[in-house]
């Protein structure tokens, strides 16, 4: 057995290393999960509901000491980190008390009423396997997790690999607020092997993570037929309408394209400014860029941290170059910070960027964003559209403006006055990506049922749709004509 060494993306220190586990371990773990997931699922939803919230307690209670580990494994800034505490408490909430309405056996309708009786009824999948990305370990871990567990089913995680003591917290946490032994477990290791075998034995897989690996995993889903849900890559727009609040616009797109330092599926990659605001916007947002607070550290006044590694900060500087070489222009940043350290690359404005420039169509996944003036919202629109990803837009404009112009976007959650945080946030709507961007949604009702099977119960009176020997067929056929014309009119 190996191990993998975790270390401080900013500061460079070695936090420890966790097992590399094998796929026999893996496998164990799916079967120590199973019984422990029939009793799971035998525990009333109420005795559920109280782990979750206890939970929701747990987190909120040891804040800083999960503030302080994301931010070490991650090198984000506190306030980002926070958004993963507030996430995860969020969502215990919400799914500790949706669960119990979700799983009631509910009537449907039929097409003989009153002969007819039919519900239907939802059994968790069983044990649902997990695999995470780096970039916010605590919710997309827990978050995750949690919906699944409140619907029933057991937990088998990977964490990512550069992330993993906080997956590993995850499960302390649980444990701590009465979750049994085995329903929850985490598996580090690496994608290839620990997550390869939870492909392999899993009854419903959930991915987050980037596009090429959610395809790959798509098709191994698709060959065992276990249902999958994916959270991928984006290229989100924002568009600034000319009648949009200045005073708000400007720190709202901040923080939409630099929180965790750009490295969030959500954030923004893609700005487009009407010619109207253009010249007052541009300037007063290009300052504003400039003029944010970078580094290490765990205080609460940095504004934007680390890229997640060194080799992850090549990647973007390689992206600002050969955009900066075909043409673009940089408006502030375009540089690595190295007095700061090998992870820290400055937040950047771009401008110009040209068609052929990688960073035109590809996803960052950092602190990068191409700024571009257009003549109408028309035109925004169309830009914003011309993707190959749909995740989330943004769109700053009076209320009544953004919101007609958020229906015209493509993609699964657009922010209008904000940049990803209020639809985010709504848990009780789902969230998720067109296109590109994935399949399946996390959030809302469809992202706590897609963790179960549903089994339709019809109970048969009397006479049978199908035809019966009680009556004759043509007797039969003459009167469920003239129920089926007298219903059209009387059953919607
Ligand atoms: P990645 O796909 O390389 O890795 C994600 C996870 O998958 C890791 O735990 C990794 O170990 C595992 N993995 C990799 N290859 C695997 C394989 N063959 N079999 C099984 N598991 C495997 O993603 P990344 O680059 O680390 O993460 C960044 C990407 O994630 C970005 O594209 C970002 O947009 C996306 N993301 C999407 C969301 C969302 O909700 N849509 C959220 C966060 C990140």
């Known amino acids: 057995m190996t191990a993998i060494t975790v270390v401080s993306p900013s500061s460079g220190k070695e936090l420890g290393e966790v097992t590399a586990h094998t ?56 306030t980002s980190a926070f958004e993963e505490v507030m996430d995860v408490a969020i969502t215990a909430r919400h799914c500790g008390y949706a669960a119990g309405r979700l799983l009631r056996p509910k009537r449907a309708k039929t097409s003989l009423p009153g002969l007819t009786r039919t519900r239907v009824e939802h059994d968790p999948v069983g044990v649902v396997g997990m695999i995470s990305p780096w970039n916010y370990p605590f919710s997309l871990t827990a978050g995750d997790a949690i919906a699944a567990l409140a619907m029933g089913n057991a937990v088998v995680l990977k964490p990512d690999s550069q992330t993993p003591y906080t997956g590993l917290l995850v499960a302390d946490l649980l444990r701590e607020a009465g979750l049994p032994e085995n329903v929850f477990q985490a598996v580090t290791g690496s994608g290839s092997v620990v997550g390869q075998e939870i492909v392999a034995q899993c009854d419903y897989l959930m991915f987050t993570g980037s596009t090429a690996t959610g395809r790959k995993l798509g098709e191994q889903a698709g060959e065992r037929l276990v249902g999958y849900s994916a959270e991928l890559g984006g290229k989100n727009p924002m568009i600034i309408a000319d009648d949009a609040d200045l005073e708000r616009t400007v720190p709202g797109a901040r923080a939409a394209c630099f929180s965790n330092s750009g490295q969030l599926c959500i954030s923004i990659e893609r700005l487009y400014v009407h010619r109207g605001i253009a010249d007052e916007f541009i300037p007063a947002f290009v300052d504003s860029v400039a003029g944010m607070r970078i580094g290490g550290g765990h205080d609460w006044e940095t504004d934007m941290g680390s890229l997640i ?62 700024v571009e003036v257009v003549d109408s919202l028309d035109e925004a629109v169309l830009k914003a559209n011309d993707t190959r990803y749909g995740l989330n837009a943004s769109v700053w404009a009076n209320p009544a403006t953004g919101s007609k112009l958020a229906s015209r976007l493509h993609a699964g959650t657009v922010n209008v006055n904000e940049g990803f945080a209020a639809a985010w946030s709504s848990v009780g709507a789902p969230m998720g990506g067109w296109k590109d961007s994935g399949v399946g949604r996390r959030h809302g009702d469809g992202g706590m049922l897609k963790y179960t099977e549903a089994r339709t119960v019809a109970v048969q009176h009397l006479m049978s749709i199908s035809g019966n020997t009680l009556v004759d067929p043509d007797v039969f056929a003459k009167t469920v004509t003239t129920a089926l014309k007298f219903g059209k009119r009387i059953l919607r």
């Not at 026999?24 to 109280?50: H, I, L, M, S, Y």
């Open 23 to 78: 796929a026999e371990d893996t496998r164990n773990a799916f079967d120590r999960a199973r019984p422990a997931q029939r009793r799971w699922q035998a525990t009333p939803v109420k005795e559920r509901r109280k782990v979750l919230l206890k939970l929701h307690d747990l987190v909120l209670e040891r804040r800083d000491e999960i503030l302080d580990l994301i931010q070490d494994e991650t090198g984000k800034n506190r």
């Open 309 to 370: 590694s060194e080799e992850h900060c090549e990647h973007v500087a390689a992206m600002v170059d050969d955009a900066v070489a075909k043409g673009a222009r940089v408006l502030t940043g375009g540089r690595r910070l190295t007095d700061l350290g090998p992870t820290f690359y400055a937040p950047t404005l771009l401008a110009d960027v040209p068609e052929d420039a990688e960073l035109f169509r590809e996803e960052t996944f950092g602190p990068v964003v191409a």
